[in-house]
């Protein structure tokens, strides 16, 4: 349960970061920005994270957290956006299943290889403590360790612990980096046109609500009118 709570800075400014980022979606058009930002306060956010220690005080770890889940939560709806945006109404659907395969899969593969270099690194910081029983720490988890180790021994169990996390921690930190690749080279389009009925329009054309009047269309409007020339 306390755990749950240490966890409600996250949340909450994921949920701040969302919100703010569907009001400037709206208002410019523009997801973009919005992804590019993402990237970049993730990254410092699950950077700074890796530097926690058992002796980080709470303001700072509430800080970092603060950090990442705004970060995070700035980028959350926009990929849904950009698949709506940029493909065509018959591969919409197409996209948005293909968007949340990966999203799924890549959080069992990453989650699969962080929890591979957690166990190990522990494995092997606990072994180096004398008079330490790996097998029981690793079964019971946490919460008993104090009660499992002598008095002298829970700061070294509990320095082994954290080193195991923070690489742990480097596997996010990666993949929040790994974003800025796919933030960059997101096709810049508007969504005003696709929201008005119109045309959905690429940055540097003028944006309008309105569908483009083209040849054909000036040419259909003119089928059917006689023109008497003498």
């Not at 092997?124 to 002598?150: A, F, R, W």
């Amino acid at each position: 349960m306390q755990s749950g709570i240490n966890t409600f800075p996250l949340v909450i400014a994921l949920v701040v970061g969302s919100i703010i980022s569907g009001v400037l979606t709206n208002k410019t058009g523009y997801y973009v920005p919005q992804i590019i930002f993402c990237s970049i306060f993730m990254s410092i956010g699950a950077g700074l994270i890796t530097t926690f220690t058992p002796s980080t005080p709470a303001p700072v770890w509430i800080g970092y957290q603060i950090i990442f889940g705004f970060g995070l939560g700035f980028g959350m709806q926009i990929p849904g956006m950009a698949a709506q945006t940029v493909l065509g109404k018959a591969d919409v659907m197409t996209g948005v299943s293909i968007m949340f395969f990966m999203q799924g899969i890549g959080g069992s593969i990453w989650v699969s290889i962080a929890q591979v270099l957690f166990t190990n690194n522990l494995t092997s910081g606990l072994g180096k403590i004398q008079g330490v029983d790996v097998q029981m720490i690793l079964q019971s988890g946490t919460t008993e360790l104090v009660n499992l180790v002598p008095k002298e021994q829970v700061g070294e169990v509990l320095g082994a612990y954290n080193h195991a996390l923070i690489l742990a921690f480097k596997v996010a930190m990666a993949c929040a980096c790994a974003t800025i690749v796919t933030g960059l080279t997101m096709e810049w389009r508007s969504l005003k046109g696709l929201k008005e009925g119109g045309d959905v329009v690429k940055k540097g054309d003028e944006e309008v609500g309105e569908k483009k009047v083209g040849d054909d269309d000036v040419r259909k409007s003119g089928e059917g009118k006689a023109v008497d020339v003498k």
